[in-house]
């Protein structure tokens, strides 16, 4: 468990964050720090320790399928940015290099 | 006019149900409250004047028609991340500043169900991320009982607003300790029930596997109140747990016979200084007159809890926050594609530690990393949840500090991970989803300050035992009656 490897450019490419030099200089030293003191988790012995996602029990849930009211497409549609019609509107995806 | 509102939640129902006054007067009451002292606390981002009015209005004229409500007329402080129809609901973020919440979340409908009547959405950690408030891109929250000190966070300002009196019960949520430690900072109870028990249908998620929705209130009795009006299945969230709610409010005990309370060793109080060390000394033996057998157990992972928090709570913040991409809600600032909209978007509309935690998820879930630090992470969860396991054989409850110090002032915590040593006793328990409290336990000065600060004692109880919990935690505040032993900073309501 070694953050030598922290790119944090990297990171934040993947993340879709746009960085400052200044944030990448800055969040690269305090996020190493971070990771130095995570780090101790490598004193415990975990290999035969099963991984927990959920405390609690839990189970798939399903449920009928019965038509019923959604929210309001007007209401909805309304705390989009920007809109066309019954569509929210986005830049272009399609056809880029 | 005021007396109104500086007794607790049962009285104030109990008025309104009576008619001895109506839950209109209640509201007109808090709503001067809240005007009076706004202006030092700043506890809300937003105050709800016309639909606390109506709300007021409408459980008027059903009590006259002769329905009965628990909690009728009680004003309702709820957190800014819980969606509240028709209500700004910012998340205390730029990227939600806008945003008008389109359904109620359900903890906040079975809150409206018994008669409480939400008076303002309370100032936040950003995306609940923080434990002072500070990270709030829209208000400062200061505390009622020093207005140069945090209120704590990430729920400061459902704490600040209680304590102050512009509510009775305040909603908040507990990732990693949100509602405990400023319940501890602002003298206030703090209850995080057991994973799963309140519905998070319509809270923005931070870490939906550690997020638990939770009262603030002045009183345990406050707290079982709202506790039994909001906990129970709801089919709406997928991770709430079905299985039957026992009341606790008609449970609570004056004694803790019988009742064997575990201190924790590796929680030695003795290096939080002397005087925060008698404060919980001196609460061992109150506990231990009231009845209870004081056992030392051991949660030897104890000190990995911190660690395994830091990677599990930004993996899953860096996946939940994901969908604030400028498309469908939220704040978009424009690019020449959609990659470069959403990089945009996500810069202007985060603040600095909202970004640190996506970015620190971001790796701990990247290729070649998720094994070394995400799964490793969940493995420590596993032997932090059999620590507990194993001290429940020989305890029911566990004692132990809320936090390792006293409300602190504002920017005094300027490195992020000294930030995040503020949790260092509320992690654990979140991690193995326990339902665990804060309530009142004394008061100490603060090196080179000058006024008396609150501090809390944390009591934790296995899974689903929320009705001990909150019995042992009422007996404790009846004997020693902490929270009324020194006074705010800002003006005391009338009583």
């Not at chain 1, 879709?16 to 030099?21: D, H, K, Q, S, Y």
């Amino acid at each position: 468990m070694s953050s030598e490897n922290l790119d944090i450019a990297y990171v934040a490419k993947l993340a879709r964050i746009a960085l400052t030099e200044e944030e990448v200089a800055r969040f690269g030293a305090q996020l190493g720090d971070l990771l130095g003191h995570v780090a101790t988790l490598a004193d415990l012995d975990l290999d035969s320790i099963p991984a927990t996602a959920q405390v609690v029990e839990s189970r798939n849930v399903m449920r009928e399928d019965i038509e019923r009211p959604s929210l309001d497409r007007e209401v909805v549609l309304s705390g989009a940015p920007q809109r066309q019609g019954a569509f929210v509107r986005v830049p272009r995806i399609i056809g880029q290099v | 006019m005021s007396s109104r509102i500086s007794s607790g939640a049962k009285e104030i129902a109990r008025a309104v149900n009576a008619r001895e006054c109506s839950a209109r007067e209640v509201v007109e009451a808090t709503l001067e409250r809240i005007a009076s002292v706004e202006p030092q606390v700043g506890a809300y981002l937003s105050v709800l004047e016309r639909q606390a009015r109506e709300g007021a209005d409408a459980l008027d004229a059903r009590i006259a028609s002769g329905e009965r409500f628990p909690l009728a007329g009680v004003p309702l402080a709820v957190k800014d991340n819980l969606a509240l129809e028709g209500t700004v609901t910012t998340c205390g973020s730029k990227m939600l500043e806008r945003w008008v919440a389109p359904y109620t979340a359900s903890a906040v409908r079975s809150m409206l169900a018994v008669g409480a009547i939400p008076v303002g959405k309370a100032n936040m950690d950003e995306f609940a991320m923080g434990s002072s408030c500070e990270n709030s891109a829209l208000g400062v929250t200061r505390n009622p009982y020093d207005l140069e000190r945090v209120p704590g966070g990430s729920s400061g300002g459902s704490a600040a607003s209680v304590a102050a009196y512009e509510a009775t019960i305040g909603l908040g949520s507990d990732t990693g300790g949100s509602i405990r430690e400023p319940a501890a900072f602002c003298n206030l109870v703090g209850f995080k029930p057991t994973y799963g028990r309140i519905s998070r249908y319509g809270l923005i998620a931070f870490a939906s596997s550690l997020d638990q929705i939770g009262p603030l209130t002045r009183n345990v009795e406050d707290a079982a109140l709202a506790y039994d009006a909001m906990a129970g299945f709801d089919p709406m969230d997928a991770t709430s747990v079905d299985r039957a709610v026992e009341p606790t409010a008609n449970a609570l005990r004056e004694d803790l016979q019988g009742v064997r309370i575990g201190v924790v060793k590796q929680f030695d109080t003795h290096k939080l200084g002397n005087d925060i060390d008698d404060v919980y000394d001196r609460a061992l033996h109150d506990l231990e007159a009231l009845g209870a057998e004081i056992v030392e157990v051991e949660l030897p992972t104890a000190d990995y809890g911190l660690a395994t928090y830091y990677l599990i709570a930004p993996a899953e913040c860096s996946s939940n926050l994901a969908r604030f991409d400028g498309v469908r809600y939220g704040l978009r600032i424009d690019g020449n594609d959609v990659a470069e909209m959403n990089e945009r978007s996500r810069a202007a509309g985060f603040g600095p530690e909202v970004k640190r935690r996506i970015l620190i998820g971001t790796y701990a879930l990247s290729s070649g990393y998720y094994d070394a630090y995400y799964v490793r992470a969940q493995k420590a969860r596993t032997l932090v949840a059999r620590d507990f396991a194993k001290a429940f054989e020989s305890c029911d409850l566990i004692a132990a500090p809320a936090t390792s110090s006293p409300a602190f002032r504002f920017k005094s915590k300027s490195d992020p991970y000294s930030m995040y040593l503020m949790d260092y006793y509320t992690i654990p328990m979140s991690l193995a989803g326990l339902p665990a409290l804060s309530v009142p336990c004394g008061w100490v000065t603060p090196e080179g300050g000058e006024r008396a600060m609150p501090l809390g004692l944390q009591l934790t109880a296995p899974l689903f035992a929320e009705r001990a919990l909150l019995s042992a935690a009422h007996a404790y505040e009846r004997a020693t009656m902490h929270a009324s032993k020194h006074p705010m900073q800002i003006a005391e309501v009338t009583r």
